[in-house]
């Protein structure tokens, strides 16, 4: 076929195909009871309007006083009263006690803190919180009670944090008590 056939072959069918597609309007309102209901709906778009930009009032600059007074002096501030140095020795109410932290060879172990069991020749620092009705830290010296004490070397003189070191395997029940409250019994077990 030749080249000038193809073309003409191509384009006739596109040609046709291109027209115009009209649609009749309807110029007047519909007759009540036509299919057609309603008239046109005309849709109103509101336009935005430029805002006009106030323009800057003039700046009024104070002229300055030939003699300027001294400026007053700020007057001090209350002076606060001193933190309290008496120690609340309120009667204890409650006690909390845990194990603080466990120590071998002289490194604290990583996560000791709550243990229930360690090495025998590990010292075991205990710790003992007294609070007063108030939840108030109190000074009133606990006293340490132990299952076993004849199991244990109790080192440090501070008796809210003493440390015990485990003389051979075996486990140790402990609580703290003061003024009458004591913490619930918690134990270590020395392998």
């Known amino acids: 076929m030749r080249p000038v056939l193809k073309v003409v072959l191509l384009v006739a069918p ?3 195909a291109c027209h115009t597609i009209t649609e009749d309007l309807p110029s007047r309102p519909s007759a009540a009871g036509s299919p057609v209901s309603g008239g046109i709906p005309v849709i109103q778009i509101p336009v935005p309007q430029q805002t006009p930009i106030p323009s800057p009032s003039p700046v009024v600059v104070a002229t300055p006083k030939p003699n300027p007074a001294p400026p007053t002096a700020t007057p001090a501030p209350d002076p606060t009263a ?3 140095t008496e120690k609340n020795r309120k009667p204890t109410a409650r006690v ?3 194990v603080y932290f466990v120590e071998c060879n002289g490194e604290i172990v990583p996560g000791s803190h709550h243990a229930s069991e ?4 590990c010292k075991v620092h205990l710790d003992a919180t007294t609070k007063d009705a108030n939840g108030e830290h109190t000074y009133r010296e ?6 076993n004490p004849g199991m244990v070397e109790i080192q440090s003189s501070n008796p809210w944090n003493p440390a015990i070191t485990g003389r051979g395997r075996h486990h140790q029940d402990m609580y703290a008590e003061s003024d009458g409250a004591r913490c ?3 134990g270590i077990t020395f392998n």
């Open 142 to 147: 606990p006293r340490w009670v132990f299952s």
């Open 14 to 16: 596109l040609a046709a």
């Open 184 to 186: 619930a019994t918690f």
């Open 118 to 121: 360690t090495g025998v020749g």
């Open 82 to 84: 001193p933190p309290s």
């Open 96 to 98: 909390a006690c845990s």
